[in-house]
């Protein structure tokens, strides 16, 4: 199993696609799967591939959707070996089957898809490919493709109501064989959340699942604002994040802010494996570090690290955000040396907002 794609339901598909690729440099793809009632754009960087929907009628599907919920992703699609065994064993332990399989032909590529209800206003395709082809077949001949930033999705955040957490982790076990990895319970002096990460059979799928702790949680402020549970993030991996990062601020991208006291601090942490040089460029663009600090001396070169930035909420409302991320000599983890760091900066944007005394 993998991500084949992020659908994300939104008031103007052209609007939002042009954002993807002025911000984050994504690549427009030709539209091969508008409707009469929805208009659908598709952007690529790498293997990362989002389509882009908006209503054409008040009768399209993402109209009904934004009735309920702010825009956001509707649909996280993942490819899988058989897809009609996967859609029978959804049904076996009592998942919703919005669409049973269908076959049709995208370009040179043959697919079975099928849909099921997850949380909330949330469906996960699933999606059967006869050929390894994702929509990066269809890139228009005269745009640019050799820009791509991203490498894979590294990892997507799901959040639960209070109390949901435990089903939500069973719902992932038995309907797609996802199994439970590392748990943690984030507590700041202004409010706490409790995650668990899942993690697809194969591996290469990564869905931290968040509960809020405290009734002032971020959590529970997107909760509030999406009207239910849904995807609060999705991590985009890079292999050159301070370059990225650069580039995104040159185009106008606001991101959250990091204070100049956490470098001090970092500096404080042993064996920080990078150069003063290094982290003077880090701190510029204010990307936070993590390390494994068990790594020999000797091997301060070699230390598995982390580098992590997060945007803004992207919509006008604070719900749905971008984090980017570089994993250095395999490293593992989401950062959790961060974590005090980051929800303290989340919080101070909650703050501003007025959600959060």
Same mark, same amino acid.
């Given at each position: 199993m993998k991500i084949d794609h992020v659908h994300f339901y939104v008031e103007d598909a052209k609007v939002w696609r042009d954002w993807f690729v !002025? !911000?984050? &440099?994504? =690549? @427009? +793809?030709?539209?091969? $799967?508008s409707s009469f009632h929805t208009c659908t754009e598709v952007v690529k960087s &790498?293997? +990362?591939?989002?389509?882009?929907?908006?209503p054409l009628l008040p009768t399209s599907p993402v109209a009904e959707f934004l009735r =309920?919920? @702010?825009p956001g992703v509707a649909d996280v699609a993942f490819a899988v070996e058989d897809v009609e065994s996967a859609i029978a064993l959804a049904q076996k332990h009592g998942a919703t089957i919005l669409q049973p399989t269908q076959e049709r032909q995208v370009g040179t590529a *043959?697919?079975?898809c099928g849909k099921i209800a997850a949380w909330g206003g949330l469906t996960h395709t699933l999606v059967e490919r006869s050929l390894v082809i994702c929509p990066s077949s269809f890139v228009d001949k005269g745009q640019k493709t050799n820009d791509n930033t991203f490498t894979a999705i590294d990892h997507v955040v799901l959040n639960v109501a209070v109390g949901e957490l435990e089903n939500a982790v069973a719902w992932y076990e038995n309907i797609l064989d996802f199994q439970p990895q590392q748990a943690f319970k984030i507590k700041t002096n202004r409010s706490a959340l409790h995650s668990q990460v899942m993690v697809s059979h194969n591996g290469s799928v990564q869905l931290p699942i968040n509960e809020p702790a405290s009734r002032n949680s971020q959590i529970q402020e997107f909760l509030d604002v999406n009207r239910g549970p849904g995807i609060q993030h999705i991590a985009l991996r890079t292999t050159n994040l301070v370059s990225a990062i650069a580039k995104f601020r040159a185009s106008g991208l606001s991101l959250l802010s990091v204070p100049q006291s956490y470098y001090s601090q970092l500096k404080q942490r042993p064996g920080l494996p990078l150069s003063l040089l290094e982290l003077e460029? $880090?701190? =510029?663009?204010? $990307?936070?570090?993590?390390? =494994?600090?068990?790594? @020999?001396v000797g091997a301060q070169q070699t230390a598995p690290l982390l580098l992590q930035i997060f945007t803004q909420p992207i919509f006008e409302q604070p719900t749905f955000f971008f984090e980017f991320i570089e994993r250095?000599?395999?490293?593992? %983890? *989401? %950062?959790e040396g961060n974590f005090r760091a980051l929800f303290e900066a989340i919080e101070s944007e909650q703050i501003k907002r007025g959600t959060l005394q």
């Open positions: !002025h !911000h984050l &440099g994504f =690549q @427009p +793809v030709t539209d091969r $799967i &790498g293997a +990362v591939c989002f389509f882009l929907s908006s =309920q919920y @702010p *043959f697919l079975k460029a $880090i701190a =510029q663009q204010e $990307i936070m570090v993590d390390w =494994q600090e068990y790594t @020999p250095r000599y395999q490293a593992q %983890g *989401f %950062g």
